[in-house]
């Protein structure tokens, strides 16, 4: 069973998608989600702009607390450039901090 969280056409559309508070408010959205459904997307349409730090929290924390198989339960849909950029390079830079945190000593 799969869940859908809207970012740009519900009442989060107002909240500006770039700070850590607004990203740790989608995380906990996120973690109750995965918690009831084995898949969830996070649909994108009409968000123009996020910030680094905003998906961060979002996906980044949760990528560092369960590691990068997190993101095969997750997929992102209606992203323009800007928000894959984004979301890419939180996925890259958090796994590779994972591995490392992770590290054989």
């Not at 069973?1 to 809207?6: E, N, P, Q, T």
């Not at 770039?18 to 349409?45: C, K, M, P, W, Y």
């Not at 997750?74 to 939180?90: G, I, P, R, W």
């Amino acid at each position: 069973m799969a869940s859908m969280i809207k970012l740009g056409l519900s009442e989060k559309a107002r909240v500006f998608h770039g700070s850590r508070a607004a990203g740790q408010q989608l995380r906990f959205e996120i973690e109750d989600a995965l918690n009831a459904h084995d898949r969830v997307t996070l649909d994108f349409s009409g968000v123009g702009v996020v910030t680094q730090s905003y998906i961060d929290e979002a996906v980044g924390v949760l990528i560092l607390q369960f590691g990068p198989s997190v993101l095969q339960r997750l997929s992102f849909k209606n992203c323009n450039e800007d928000v894959k950029a984004v979301l890419n390079y939180v996925a890259g830079t958090r796994s590779e901090d994972y591995f490392k945190q992770n590290a054989p000593s």
